[in-house]
């Protein structure tokens, strides 16, 4: 018999916790000081009482049993099937965003190399993913399907996203498949003009635009290269989109440069433009040191975001899943893509996630010859908190989603190490609903 590792001692309500079922449990001060020594506690020594007072509560496990618990979330992670395609339309960027993973040099993303995909890629790509979702289970509950335009910039690849959005239409048409399939442009706006306007209105694109908050917070960011804030081009295009009646999303990514005005920012964006959901994103790692606690900071800032939205009838459909784990504790997917998404790069190569392109981590082959066998592809269909000793160990084990691989792997060379940001936002998001601001 051993300490269960899923049962925890938080201080705060000086209680017990399980981080599989989200129990909390009163114990004994004797049973309280065994979980806070937990390491060195020395079981022989408690009386036979206590012992029996441990075992009924299952304070107790056995190797075989934790490993039994462990499998069940592993396989269900090697099981998933392919539902998402990255389309990399371009590896160049017309922006040098402050916190842009893709530029540092040591972060191993996009190729310095900018290209765009061509028309065979394209093609190539999309008939992959025909033949890839043609054998999932389609019926099953809240099945979904998506294909996102992404680069560097995909407005900088026009002809190959126009390419791209007949050839969708044309595989709908003739293979009588994609029936519900998600069609995402993922832009940072500047590049929108009229004709851009039109052809999103006629396919009825859902875009995502990349904007941080009012001139001044979205302008300390992002920008072009040669210095001049972006905030003129995007503000013109989103004013645009909304009298065409095109639907967009604001992302806004959460960086040193808004994470104290975030709330302004979200309630600039619902009192100006006629929208119903916001994303706020999370930073990736970049291999810098932000030189501020940015999770927990970025937990704190993103809900008091979310209760700003709230006022205005607009939520973020993501951060509110994570909340309604608290409120409805049940253990979360893993939030990383990686396994049921393919990303398809000019030149041809396949990876598992599009923003490790530099550093072949994610590498699985020419989009022509894709092998599911293929080492990198089980690596990161295996990739799971529950394979991570420190992980296993955790109190937030059940409700935490887990974080970026490839953050993961900026911040410390492994895609199976822990994403310091998200691991710290998630913890303040525990201790936050521990205190009763999350209901
Ligand atoms: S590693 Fe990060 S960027 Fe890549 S798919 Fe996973 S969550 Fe997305
Ligand atoms: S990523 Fe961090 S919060 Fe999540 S389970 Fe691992 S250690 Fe816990």
Not at 354 to 381: P, V
């Amino acid at each position: 018999m051993k300490l269960s590792p899923f049962w925890h001692y938080i201080e705060k309500v000086d209680s017990l916790w399980h981080s599989l079922n989200f129990e909390w449990r009163k114990a004994s001060q004797e049973i309280v000081d065994v979980f806070k020594k937990r390491s060195c506690a020395d079981l022989s020594l408690l009386s036979y009482e206590t012992k029996e007072q441990m075992n009924k509560n299952g304070f107790f496990s056995t190797i075989a049993e934790d490993e039994k618990i462990i499998a069940t979330f592993l396989l269900t992670k090697r099981k998933s099937e392919i539902k998402s395609l990255y389309l990399i339309m371009s590896t160049n960027c017309n922006l040098a965003c402050s916190y842009c993973l893709y530029a540092p040099s040591q972060s191993g993303s996009l190729s310095k190399s900018g290209k765009n995909l061509t028309q065979k890629e394209i093609f190539n790509a999309l008939r992959l993913f025909q033949a890839k979702t043609c054998q999932n289970k389609r019926d099953a509950p809240g099945y979904w399907e998506q294909i996102t335009f992404y680069g560097g910039e995909p407005l900088l690849n026009m002809k190959g996203l126009k390419f791209g959005i007949e050839m969708i239409d044309r595989i709908k048409r003739e293979e009588r498949i994609w029936g519900n399939l998600k069609i995402i442009i993922d832009t940072n706006g500047t590049l929108i003009d009229d004709d851009f306007i039109d052809f999103a209105k006629k396919n009825q694109l859902s875009l995502q635009i990349s904007i941080d908050g009012p001139r001044e917070i979205h302008d300390s960011a992002r920008k072009f290269k040669n210095g001049k804030g972006t905030f003129d081009r995007v503000h013109r295009a989103m004013e645009k989109l909304s009298k065409e009646k095109v639907k967009f999303l604001p992302l806004i990514t959460v960086s040193p440069a808004n994470i104290n005005f975030l709330p302004k920012s979200i309630e600039w964006l619902c009192s100006n433009f006629a929208i119903d959901e916001i994303a706020m994103n999370l930073l990736m790692h970049t291999g810098g040191d932000l030189g501020i606690s940015y999770g927990k900071l970025a937990a704190e800032a993103m809900l008091s975001g979310h209760n700003t939205a709230k006022r205005f009838n607009v939520c973020d459909p993501v951060f509110d899943d994570v909340l309604k784990r608290f409120a409805a504790p049940n253990i979360a997917s893993e939030i990383c893509g990686a396994g049921i998404k393919i990303a398809a790069f000019p030149g041809g190569n396949l990876h598992a996630c599009q923003a490790l392109e530099n550093c072949g981590e994610g590498l699985l082959g020419q989009t022509t010859d894709f092998d599911e066998k293929c080492l990198n592809w089980q690596e990161w269909k295996k990739r799971s908190r529950f394979s991570n000793q420190n992980c296993l160990r955790c109190p937030v084990l059940g409700l935490c989603g887990g974080g970026c691989a490839a953050s993961a792997f900026v911040a410390s060379g492994s895609i199976n190490d822990i994403d310091p940001y998200y691991c710290e936002w998630i913890k303040k998001l525990f201790e936050l609903w521990i205190d009763g601001e999350i209901k």
